[in-house]
Antibody, heavy 119, light 105 residues
Framework: QVQLVQSGAEVKKPGASVKVSCKVS????????MHWVRQAPGKGLEWMGG????????IYAQKFQGRVTMTEDTSTDTAYMELSSLRSEDTAVYYC????????????WGQGTMVTVSS | DIQMTQSPSSLSASVGDRVTITCQAS??????LNWYQQKPGKAPKLLIY???NLETGVPSRFSGSGSGTDFTFTISSLQPEDIATYYC???????FGGGTKVEIK
């Protein structure tokens, strides 16, 4: 059974960076297209970026370009999302998610990681 | 970018009622439209993919329809455990609708 297990909550100061991890169990990361979605408190879901298997590249939502980097460590089956120049508006729960059964939908999600940006 | 307009933003209905949520895309997205359910403090859960396909294990009271720009999500008989926020998502540029919070009247 495929599971995505994320790292724990983080508290960061404005201007800092945060790196959230998402470990794959029950499958191999190289076989998955990993994406990241965030949700500010009381707000909706916001897609940040992810791997496009058709192009073989990681694509980022325009809003986050230049501030977000998504990487993978295939030796540990762990995906990472790093967001820099943090501001209070980045306070949110960050989820990793994948289209495991290749149905053009996110059918497997991590449990979420709360990132709080506060001085 | 493709914009998704979801309505209503919230609704209140009685147990057993039929509930309908709509999602409109700013341009033709064929049937690349998914529906998710999110309960408080939990990750979203996929219910419907490709506009009308029920995800494995999801109760048959949930259904979806539509193509092109206009889509509908229906709960045929609302149950207490269906209290949640529902989101549409288009799989062209992966954006989500604003969500619909469903409450029991």
């Amino acid at each position: 059974q495929v599971q995505l297990v994320q790292s724990g909550a983080e508290v960061k100061k404005p201007g800092a960076s945060v790196k959230v991890s998402c470990k794959v169990s029950g499958y191999t990361l190289t076989e998955l297209s990993m994406h990241w979605v965030r949700q500010a408190p009381g707000k909706g879901l916001e897609w940040m970026g992810g791997f496009d298997p058709e192009d073989g590249e990681t694509i980022y939502a325009q809003k986050f370009q230049g501030r977000v980097t998504m990487t993978e460590d295939t030796s540990t089956d762990t995906a990472y999302m790093e967001l820099s120049s943090l501001r209070s508006e980045d306070t949110a729960v960050y989820y990793c998610a994948t289209d495991f059964t290749a149905i053009h939908a996110f059918d497997i999600w991590g449990q979420g990681t709360m990132v709080t940006v506060s001085s | 970018d493709i914009q998704m307009t979801q309505s209503p933003s919230s609704l209140s209905a009685s147990v057993g009622d039929r509930v309908t949520i709509t999602c409109q895309a700013s341009q033709d997205i064929s049937n690349y439209l998914n529906w998710y359910q999110q309960k408080p403090g939990k990750a979203p859960k996929l219910l419907i993919y490709d506009a009308s396909n029920l995800e494995t294990g999801v109760p048959s009271r949930f259904s979806g329809s539509g193509s092109g720009t206009d889509f509908t999500f229906t709960i045929s008989s609302l149950q207490p455990e269906d209290i949640a926020t529902y989101y549409c998502q288009q799989y062209d540029n992966l954006s989500f609708g604003g969500g619909t919070k469903v409450e029991i009247k």
